[in-house]
């Protein structure tokens, strides 16, 4: 089980439950850990957001997600023309590859 974990610049510091030194540690070199996915529809997962069609309020498709890139602020969608959407202003999950958005005035422009 995970008790505790932070981000430690590209790389995650990850506690689990019982392995308290750096000699337990070691000792899972190399062992592949798998966990059951966490089922919350409410939850934003990366692997469903690439590729998905971004569509803004305004009900104009803004173009797919090909990235998303790690920000202090909020992680930022990259779409495919280059544009940045701050995660904030995702109305919720994909629905059938579709992901809609409400950004603030002239995000568009930028």
Same mark, same amino acid.
């Given at each position: 089980?995970?008790?505790?974990?932070? +981000? #430690? !610049?590209?790389?995650? +510091?990850?506690?689990?439950?019982? &392995?308290?030194?750096? *000699?337990?540690?070691?000792? /899972?070199?190399?062992?592949?850990?798998?966990?059951? $996915?966490? *089922? @919350? $529809?409410?939850? %934003?997962?990366?692997?469903?957001?690439?590729?998905?069609?971004?569509?803004?309020? @305004?009900? &104009?498709?803004?173009?797919?997600?090909?990235? %998303?890139?790690?920000? $202090?602020?909020? #992680?930022? %969608? &990259?779409?495919?023309? !280059?544009?940045? &959407?701050?995660?904030?202003?995702?109305? !919720?999950?994909?629905? #059938?590859?579709?992901?809609?958005? #409400?950004? $603030?005035? !002239?995000? /568009? *422009?930028l």
């Open positions: 089980m995970v008790q505790r974990a932070r +981000r #430690d !610049g590209k790389r995650w +510091r990850v506690h689990f439950a019982g &392995v308290d030194d750096r *000699d337990a540690a070691e000792s /899972w070199t190399g062992t592949t850990l798998l966990a059951a $996915p966490i *089922d @919350d $529809p409410s939850e %934003l997962w990366v692997h469903e957001l690439i590729g998905a069609r971004v569509i803004s309020a @305004d009900g &104009v498709e803004r173009g797919r997600v090909v990235e %998303l890139h790690a920000n $202090p602020a909020s #992680d930022l %969608l &990259v779409l495919e023309s !280059g544009a940045l &959407v701050p995660l904030t202003f995702v109305l !919720g999950p994909p629905a #059938d590859g579709v992901l809609r958005v #409400d950004v $603030p005035e !002239g995000l /568009w *422009d």
